[in-house]
């Protein structure tokens, strides 16, 4: 077959100079992409954006964050924070659902690395996240920060840790306050039954708190623990199986959707009127219980966060602000988001970086700091500067005119309920608390 | 002997509920053996809408209790219908007589978008429309107490089981549908309209995932994913008793319920593994469930 070539002159013409713009524009773009990166500093926030936990944690936990985020590059922060941006850059926040488990996080925190040049990355609910999470880190060398996740076992299973920090207490801390609480409220309760979510973190709280009851009320006794799935949603037979049991307390690690199903049911089952209910998470639920949970049910908020917040100039801007934009004050999963924004700016502002602070300059200014937060003053004082020291608080439950409040609300100093550095934290429990210190 | 009454009463009341999510399975399956993936999503659907709709009921100052269970049988009858009509019209009437196995890829791709789309309308906070529940209070036998409202699920369950086996059973279309079981072919050739009886049991099994959606609704947080948890419970409780017997879901119900009811009373540890332990016990010794049929393969 013959074939004629035309003259294509003029579609060269068109193609050299189609590819010469689009170069041109990419390269353009290129250099303002990267002029944009250096005015900027581009922080990872991995929350739940999906899924059971969304909706009471990782939600308001995003609100938390953006908020000061906002702040942040407006200047509007009360002191020390009041200038702008994060050592004079504008702070951008790149926000990825942490549904889906650890494998897919681990990809998403290498895609949040490696292909969106994130400077840090700030997030993490799941303890099983944090666990799979927290070597990767090491590993890529970037500066990260746990903000909630409370597995004890993270800085335990860190060889010298470098770049992770966590800004929140661990579970330990959560059930050495509860035990202490009971030990000083409800010192009469014979019968000790629980309730804890069938993954590490209900079954190590369940153990850090009936190891730490040993040691606090030894006259009672643990007289059945129901271990549900995740997610389970209805609780009906677990209800049957501790009332046989007639308990004084039950105690609860359930979070989220999980910990209020369970409260409606318990309560309209008539559990809650037989037992005290202790649930160390139930502050996320303070402000959405709405009744449903009986007066005097003890809750927990993880630390002086959400409606334990002490009353600063930060905390003080954090509720009013929150509240105006949401409706409602912030529960435990907002401010400790805020926190760990707070411990973003104080360790960009203080790394003595010119232009955007590399992860080893981050890690040097947080490391041992002490910064004052939307919870006072948090003191990075455990595993070698990386984990943050503070007061564990419980208080009771009200609700009355429509408006819930906390009562006899009774806190105890962080050496008092965490372990200090070189103790194994259940061997320090079983050893009776050596080297704490309540006073 | 206060354990053992538990034990019953938690275990007939867990597969009341197991039952009613597990029949529009098992009535889809037997008639036109499709294994409805998406049934999962017709439940969670059923509870959003009565959620929803009960959590506006009670925020505009409503307090009738019969309301409340007005409200979720016609959420849950219209959603699961329409829904049901869309998918078996809109999708599966183009793949009948396909493999089984394409049909349940095709039916776990509509569990995947029906997921999103609710996340679309209902966002990620959990609903809570606990009121109903609340308000009915319970029944105390010593410690022991006894929600009036499982105890409803519990009636309801055994009306629509009894409903299901008295169509099937005792009516023309059931005969129809049971022919259809028998041999499609041969019933066309007869001239049954088996599209138009397809169309039929995809809208009453869907219908009845948006029912047993909308009756937990009052029990649970709804909250997205929770389609998919309860879809693996039904395909246990289903597999037991044998795929496509109404009976045999039954059966299967009350065997799962009361294993699971007796491990959280006497060892909460093993809850979940009991569950799958029943089921593969009973296939190890009848492969197709209690009151499946081994069917022999045309080629």
Same mark, same amino acid.
């Given at each position: 077959?013959?074939?004629?070539?035309?003259?294509?002159?003029?579609?060269?013409?068109?193609?050299?100079?189609?590819?010469?713009?689009?170069?041109?524009?990419?390269?353009?773009?290129?250099?303002?992409?990267?002029?944009?990166?250096?005015?900027?500093?581009?922080?990872? #926030?991995?929350? #739940?954006?999906?899924?059971?936990?969304?909706?009471?944690?990782?939600?308001?936990?995003?609100?938390?964050?953006?908020?000061?985020?906002?702040?942040?590059?407006?200047?509007?922060?009360?002191?020390?924070?009041?200038?702008?941006?994060?050592?004079?850059?504008?702070?951008?926040?790149?926000?990825?659902? +942490?549904?889906?488990?650890?494998?897919?996080?681990?990809? $998403?925190?290498?895609?949040?690395?490696?292909?969106?040049?994130?400077?840090? &990355? %700030?997030?993490?609910?799941?303890?099983?996240?944090?666990?799979?999470?927290?070597?990767?880190?090491? +590993?890529?060398? !970037?500066?990260?920060?746990? #903000?909630?996740?409370?597995?004890?076992?993270?800085?335990?299973?860190?060889?010298?840790?470098?770049?992770?920090?966590?800004?929140?207490?661990?579970?330990?801390?959560?059930?050495?306050?509860?035990?202490?609480?009971?030990?000083? !409220?409800?010192?009469?309760?014979?019968? %000790?039954?629980?309730?804890?979510?069938?993954?590490?973190?209900?079954?190590?709280?369940?153990?850090?708190?009936?190891?730490?009851?040993?040691?606090?009320?030894?006259?009672? $006794?643990?007289?059945?623990?129901?271990?549900?799935?995740?997610?389970?949603?209805?609780?009906?037979?677990?209800?049957?199986?501790?009332?046989?049991?007639?308990?004084?307390?039950?105690?609860?690690?359930?979070?989220?959707?999980?910990?209020?199903?369970?409260?409606?049911?318990?309560?309209?089952?008539?559990?809650?009127?037989?037992?005290?209910?202790?649930?160390?998470?139930? $502050?996320?639920?303070?402000?959405?219980?709405?009744?449903?949970?009986?007066?005097? !049910?003890?809750?927990?908020?993880?630390?002086?966060?959400?409606?334990?917040?002490?009353?600063?100039?930060?905390?003080?801007?954090?509720?009013?602000?929150?509240?105006?934009?949401?409706?409602?004050?912030?529960?435990?999963?907002?401010?400790?988001?805020?926190?760990?924004?707070?411990?973003?700016?104080?360790?960009?502002?203080?790394?003595?970086?010119?232009?955007?602070?590399?992860?080893?300059?981050?890690?040097?200014?947080?490391?041992?700091?002490?910064?004052?937060?939307?919870?006072? !003053?948090?003191?990075?004082?455990?595993?070698?500067?990386?984990?943050?020291?503070?007061?564990?608080?419980?208080?009771?439950?009200?609700? +009355?005119?429509?408006?819930?409040?906390?009562?006899?609300?009774?806190?105890?100093?962080?050496?008092?309920?965490?372990?200090?550095?070189?103790?194994?934290?259940?061997?320090?429990?079983?050893?009776? /608390?050596?080297?704490?210190?309540?006073? | 002997?206060?354990? &053992?009454?538990?034990?019953?009463?938690?275990?007939?009341?867990?597969?009341?509920?197991?039952?009613?999510v597990a029949?529009g399975l098992?009535?889809?399956?037997?008639?036109?053996?499709?294994?409805n993936m998406a049934h999962g999503s017709l439940y969670a659907l059923g509870a959003?809408?009565?959620?929803?709709?009960?959590?506006?009921?009670?925020?505009?100052?409503?307090?009738?209790?019969?309301?409340?269970?007005?409200?979720?049988?016609?959420?849950?009858?219209?959603?699961?219908?329409?829904?049901?009509?869309?998918?078996?019209?809109?999708?599966?009437?183009?793949?009948?007589?396909?493999?089984?196995?394409?049909?349940?890829? =095709?039916t776990f791709?509509v569990l995947l %978008?029906l997921e999103?789309?609710m996340?679309?309308?209902?966002?990620?906070?959990?609903?809570?429309?606990?009121?109903?529940?609340?308000?009915?209070?319970?029944?105390?036998?010593?410690?022991?107490?006894?929600?009036?409202?499982?105890?409803?699920?519990?009636?309801?369950?055994?009306?629509?089981?009894?409903?299901?086996?008295?169509?099937? $059973?005792?009516?023309?279309?059931?005969?129809?549908?049971?022919?259809?079981?028998?041999?499609? +072919?041969?019933?066309?050739?007869?001239?049954?309209?088996?599209?138009?009886? #397809?169309?039929?049991?995809?809208?009453?099994?869907a219908?009845?995932g948006a029912?047993a959606g909308?009756?937990?609704?009052?029990?649970?947080?709804?909250?997205p994913g929770i389609g998919i948890e309860v879809i693996v419970l039904a395909f246990?409780?289903?597999?037991?008793?044998?795929?496509?017997?109404?009976?045999?879901?039954?059966?299967?119900?009350?065997?799962?319920?009361?294993?699971?009811?007796?491990?959280?009373?006497?060892?909460?540890?093993?809850?979940? /593994?009991? =569950?799958?332990?029943?089921?593969?016990?009973?296939?190890? /010794?009848?492969?197709?469930?209690?009151?499946?049929?081994?069917?022999?393969?045309? =080629?």
């Amino acid at each position: 077959m013959k074939t004629t070539q035309q003259p294509r002159t003029w579609q060269h013409v068109l193609f050299s100079a189609t590819t010469s713009i689009f170069l041109a524009s990419a390269g353009l773009l290129g250099l303002a992409a990267n002029a944009s990166a250096q005015d900027s500093f581009k922080v990872g #926030f991995v929350t #739940f954006l999906s899924g059971g936990a969304s909706g009471p944690f990782g939600v308001p936990a995003s609100q938390g964050a953006k908020l000061v985020v906002k702040a942040i590059n407006e200047g509007t922060l009360p002191a020390p924070y009041d200038s702008q941006g994060v050592n004079g850059l504008s702070l951008q926040m790149v926000e990825v659902d +942490e549904a889906g488990g650890p494998t897919k996080q681990v990809e $998403e925190y290498r895609n949040l690395v490696q292909r969106q040049n994130v400077n840090a &990355v %700030i997030g993490y609910i799941s303890s099983g996240d944090c666990l799979a999470i927290a070597p990767v880190a090491e +590993e890529m060398e !970037t500066f990260t920060i746990a #903000f909630d996740c409370g597995t004890s076992r993270m800085f335990e299973e860190l060889d010298s840790p470098k770049y992770v920090f966590r800004t929140g207490l661990d579970a330990v801390a959560d059930n050495v306050g509860a035990a202490r609480y009971l030990a000083e !409220t409800h010192g009469d309760a014979k019968r %000790i039954a629980g309730i804890q979510q069938n993954y590490a973190w209900g079954q190590d709280s369940w153990q850090d708190f009936t190891l730490a009851m040993e040691q606090l009320m030894p006259e009672a $006794e643990i007289v059945n623990n129901q271990t549900p799935q995740i997610f389970q949603g209805s609780y009906g037979t677990e209800i049957s199986a501790l009332q046989t049991r007639r308990p004084d307390i039950v105690h609860s690690s359930m979070w989220g959707g999980d910990m209020e199903s369970f409260v409606a049911q318990a309560n309209a089952r008539g559990l809650l009127s037989q037992a005290t209910a202790l649930l160390t998470t139930g $502050e996320s639920g303070l402000h959405r219980f709405d009744g449903q949970a009986p007066n005097g !049910t003890i809750i927990g908020g993880r630390g002086p966060f959400g409606g334990f917040m002490p009353e600063n100039d930060l905390s003080e801007w954090f509720s009013k602000a929150y509240e105006e934009e949401h409706g409602i004050p912030p529960s435990y999963p907002a401010s400790k988001a805020a926190q760990a924004i707070l411990a973003l700016k104080y360790a960009a502002d203080n790394s003595g970086a010119d232009g955007v602070p590399s992860s080893e300059q981050l890690a040097a200014a947080l490391k041992g700091a002490e910064f004052p937060s939307v919870s006072g !003053t948090v003191n990075m004082g455990l595993s070698d500067g990386h984990q943050a020291v503070q007061p564990m608080l419980y208080g009771e439950y009200h609700f +009355e005119d429509g408006k819930a409040e906390l009562r006899n609300v009774k806190s105890y100093p962080g050496d008092c309920v965490s372990a200090p550095d070189g103790y194994n934290a259940q061997e320090w429990i079983k050893a009776g /608390f050596p080297d704490s210190s309540c006073d | 002997m206060l354990t &053992v009454w538990a034990i019953l009463i938690d275990g007939f009341i867990y597969a009341s509920w197991l039952f009613l999510v597990a029949a529009g399975l098992t009535v889809i399956y037997g008639v036109m053996r499709i294994l409805n993936m998406a049934h999962g999503s017709l439940y969670a659907l059923g509870a959003y809408a009565a959620a929803s709709a009960l959590g506006l009921y009670y925020a505009g100052g409503g307090d009738q209790l019969w309301m409340a269970f007005v409200i979720i049988a016609v959420c849950a009858i219209t959603i699961g219908a329409i829904t049901g009509l869309a998918i078996e019209r809109g999708l599966l009437r183009l793949m009948y007589g396909r493999d089984e196995i394409l049909m349940l890829i =095709i039916t776990f791709a509509v569990l995947l %978008i029906l997921e999103d789309v609710m996340k679309l309308i209902w966002g990620t906070t959990p609903y809570f429309a606990y009121q109903p529940y609340a308000a009915m209070g319970r029944i105390n036998i010593d410690v022991l107490t006894v929600s009036r409202y499982d105890l409803m699920v519990l009636v309801v369950s055994i009306v629509i089981g009894a409903s299901l086996w008295f169509w099937l $059973e005792r009516t023309r279309i059931g005969k129809i549908l049971r022919s259809i079981i028998h041999d499609r +072919e041969i019933s066309q050739a007869m001239g049954v309209n088996v599209e138009r009886m #397809f169309t039929i049991t995809f809208m009453i099994g869907a219908t009845l995932g948006a029912i047993a959606g909308g009756i937990t609704a009052p029990i649970i947080s709804v909250v997205p994913g929770i389609g998919i948890e309860v879809i693996v419970l039904a395909f246990a409780v289903v597999v037991t008793g044998g795929l496509g017997s109404i009976t045999g879901a039954a059966i299967g119900a009350i065997i799962v319920g009361l294993a699971r009811a007796t491990s959280i009373h006497t060892m909460p540890e093993l809850e979940l /593994f009991i =569950i799958y332990a029943v089921m593969a016990a009973v296939l190890v /010794f009848r492969p197709h469930g209690l009151f499946g049929q081994a069917v022999a393969r045309k =080629i």
